[in-house]
RNA sequence: GUGGGUGUAGCUCAGCUGGCAGAGCGCUGCGUUGUGGUCGCAGAUGUCGCGGGUUCAAGUCCCGUCACUCACCCCA
């Protein structure tokens, strides 16, 4: 007999976590969607000349972690490993930049990326993005960098971090990016790194090796080489960042992986989750929507890891979902019951009171464990007694006190009671 | 792609210099013929990842292989 599994790097989510995954999901795009953003279901797989020319072709991502396959008209598709160059794609081709700006749309979904998988590095990665596009002005990149803040906040979190820079813009970069690159030639370094110093300079910033870094104590920094429009464009970022009381850290030497961000840079970190501790970042990227064929449009954006918030709600022993999944549970003894049962409980689910029964022919004694372990604080019980005396036993599963209630009434008591339940479990504010 | 670690019950793991396959949790039943959770008692569950080798004897030692995992790299 064969036993299949589920892909390596593919992390799937089934209960009881699968409810804390949908609701850091919930809980990341809740803020944006507070803020005007509206809702875009994208491809999953795109041209690859899409990613290519977007995202850059000597990206790592591009260029060794992309799943990329032919399909029957010869067409090269590759699934999607991030999630902005496909909304920018759907911009350009459903033309939504010639209305109203700025654009303000988000996302959710799987991406792919063919890495060695590790503890919060997935193959087939969940994330969750905003993207505002079409107006170049600070107070946007404030507010994305604003709403990611927010998200972390809402779950809970408290111990990640912001790492906030500029990377300048098509002014201002290529001479830094020559300056810096003059500077690395004087340096002594190993194969590996001249390599990524040729391929892109920037990434020998982030070297997170000792004896790398403190050769690269007197590296030019972008931030210091801004251009006078990129240099005010950051200033009034960072003001507009402090009327919203987001605090963040400068973090001169942090690079991006994709080649498409320019001017406001960030990225969230969370120090519990080992060597993947980016649960978030995003940016700028004036350049991009020109380079796939679109008008010269701004935009900025973020995306957040939802697998790694999961992991870091976790690490910081927080219980992102809260109170029970359901608030009744009908325990029906006998066939007469079960018919009383099946009605009550359609009635009950028309009035919006979370609620399921124990199915099968079970035993007082095997229902009852059913209804303990689906965690309903109130169960009722029918059974032959209340059958004959029209009425319906209602348990408090907390205290274990019962009462009995017509049947008649059943719906309307414990539709008014089930309205009281949530209230004692509302979200931390 | 490169390096390290780990594979034993559904889960978490113990098993020493080779000598009868174990614990906790969970699960099932009973204590209570109409009451869960708590408590007590009883019970079920194994290709010791897979293949080969050494040995009277391998979960244990050796070789190979696969899977998982951590780190490099990269990034959410």
Redesign the pocket.
């Known amino acids: 007999m064969v036993m299949f599994?589920a892909p390596?790097g593919v992390p799937e989510y089934f209960p009881p976590r699968s409810a804390a995954f949908l609701a850091v999901r919930e809980a990341l795009s809740a803020p944006a969607q507070h803020a005007g953003y509206e809702y875009v279901e994208l491809a999953v797989f795109e041209d690859t000349g899409l990613f290519v020319r977007g995202v850059g072709e000597s990206?790592?991502?591009v260029s060794k972690?992309m799943y990329t396959f032919t399909d029957r008209g010869d067409r090269s598709l590759s699934l999607r490993p991030?999630g902005t160059a496909g909304v920018m794609r759907m911009v350009v081709e459903q033309r939504l930049d010639k209305g109203a700006l700025p654009i303000k749309l988000w996302y959710a979904g799987p991406f792919f990326?063919a890495?060695?998988?590790?503890?919060?590095?997935?193959r087939q990665?969940q994330?969750v993005g905003i993207e505002a596009i079409g107006i170049d002005d600070p107070a946007l990149d404030a507010e994305v960098v604003a709403l990611a803040d927010e998200a972390y906040r809402m779950l809970g979190l408290t111990q990640f971090t912001l790492n906030l820079t500029s990377l300048g813009c098509g002014a201002c970069r290529p001479e830094y990016r020559e300056r810096l690159t003059a500077f690395l030639d004087s340096l002594e370094l190993d194969e590996a790194t001249r390599e990524?110093a040729a391929l892109n300079p920037l990434?020998v910033l982030d070297?997170?090796?000792d004896e790398v870094q403190s050769k690269l104590i007197d590296a030019p920094l972008m931030v210091n080489h801004l251009c006078a429009d990129c240099s005010d464009h950051y200033d009034l970022t960072r003001e507009y960042l402090r009327a919203q009381g987001v605090l963040w850290t400068e973090a001169p030497r942090l690079?991006?992986?994709?080649d498409y961000y320019t001017k406001t840079t960030f990225?969230f970190n969370h120090p519990l989750l080992?060597?993947?501790?980016?649960?978030?970042?995003g940016g700028r990227y004036d350049g991009l929507m020109a380079s796939i064929g679109g008008d010269s449009l701004s935009g900025i954006g973020f995306?957040?890891?939802t697998?790694?918030t999961l992991l870091a709600c976790e690490a910081e022993g927080i219980d992102v979902v809260q109170g029970p999944r359901i608030d009744v549970f009908l325990v029906p003894?006998g066939s007469a019951a079960r018919l009383v049962a099946v009605r009550t409980l359609a009635q009950l689910r028309a009035q919006g009171v979370r609620c399921d029964m124990s199915f099968g022919e079970r035993?007082?004694?095997?229902a009852?464990?059913a209804?303990?372990r689906s965690g309903a604080p109130v169960v009722l019980?029918i059974?032959?007694?209340?059958i004959e005396a029209g009425v319906v036993?209602v348990?408090n599963?907390?205290d274990?006190t019962?009462s009995t209630v017509p049947l008649t009434d059943v719906v309307t008591f414990v539709s008014s009671k089930a309205q009281i339940i949530p209230s004692e479990r509302q979200h931390r504010s």
Not at 363 to 366: F, Q
């Open positions: 599994t390596k990206t790592d991502v972690e991030e990326r890495e060695r998988p590790q503890h919060g590095r997935y990665l994330q990524r990434r070297d997170k090796r690079v991006r992986g994709l990225e080992g060597a993947q501790s980016g649960i978030g970042g995306g957040l890891g697998d790694r003894i035993a007082m004694k095997g009852m464990k209804a303990d019980i059974g032959e007694d209340e036993t348990k599963m907390e274990g019962q």
